[in-house]
């Protein structure tokens, strides 16, 4: 599994080919644990590495799908946006999807991971791993990302992706229509995202980016609604 260093304390783990899908781990915090197969190579990814919590940024399959594991094996406390707390608890990623008896609903629950207790819902204004919650709703109810204003880092989770996990091409986008719970909200909190002038901002899908002037102007292309 590729890592990279992306600033002080802040570690991306490179799960899917191509950057497709990641992790990070921000201080000890892992955030995100990629598809239920995922597991193996993120364990002995992290086992260098001290982790005493983890956070999920949404409650989809390919970010929650190796979190019951690692917070058994590692006997950490488990984290969520309360939105999307009952999903993340149960299992039943379905209830976060906008049409939960849809043949893709069905998909994406065959592909999720158990549910994990969540010991602790987190809020906007939280810290976490040196790094402060940002609630951002839209993609999925309870949806977050995660802010450290000293060196501009965003982790920003599926609000936008840099590259198509499906076709693979590089690029930013906003995520799946069919995977995203109200589009509109998602655009608002894209743009309380770009308001921060974040200077790298970290994806669930595709490699960082630093030209983050690239960042602003997309935001500022997408629909007001
Ligand atoms: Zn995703």
Redesign the pocket.
């Known amino acids: 599994m590729k890592i990279e260093h992306i600033s002080t304390d802040v570690l991306r783990l490179s799960l899917w080919p191509l950057d497709a ?1 990641n992790a990070y781990v921000l201080g000890d915090i892992l955030v995100d644990s990629g598809g239920k197969f995922a597991r193996r190579g993120l364990l002995s990814a992290l086992s260098r590495t001290a982790i005493s919590g983890h956070v999920v940024t949404h409650a ?1 399959f ?2 929650q799908g190796s979190s019951h594991a690692v917070c058994e094996h590692l006997d950490i406390p488990f984290m969520c946006g309360e939105g999307d707390r009952t999903a993340v608890e149960t299992g039943d990623i379905a209830q976060v999807l906008p049409k939960r008896d849809s043949w893709l609903a069905r998909l994406a629950q065959r592909l999720a991971g158990p549910g994990h207790p969540v010991a602790r819902s987190l809020r906007e204004g939280d810290e976490v791993g040196g790094f402060v919650v940002i609630e951002t709703p839209g993609h999925t109810p309870g949806h977050l990302a995660f802010w450290r204003e000293s060196d501009g880092v965003l982790v920003v989770g ?1 609000v936008l992706f840099h590259r198509n ?1 499906m076709t693979m091409r590089s690029g930013l986008r906003e ?1 799946f229509a069919f995977a995203t719970f109200d589009p509109g909200m998602n655009r608002r909190s894209a743009r309380k995202l770009a308001a921060l002038e974040p200077a790298v901002v970290c994806f ?2 595709g490699e960082p980016l630093r030209a983050t002037q690239r960042f602003a102007e997309f935001v500022s292309t997408l629909r007001n609604d």
Do not use: I, S, V
Request: hydrophobic letters at 10%; glycine letters at 12%; charged letters at 20%.
């Open positions: 899908a989809h390919d970010h599926d996990p995520p669930g899908h």
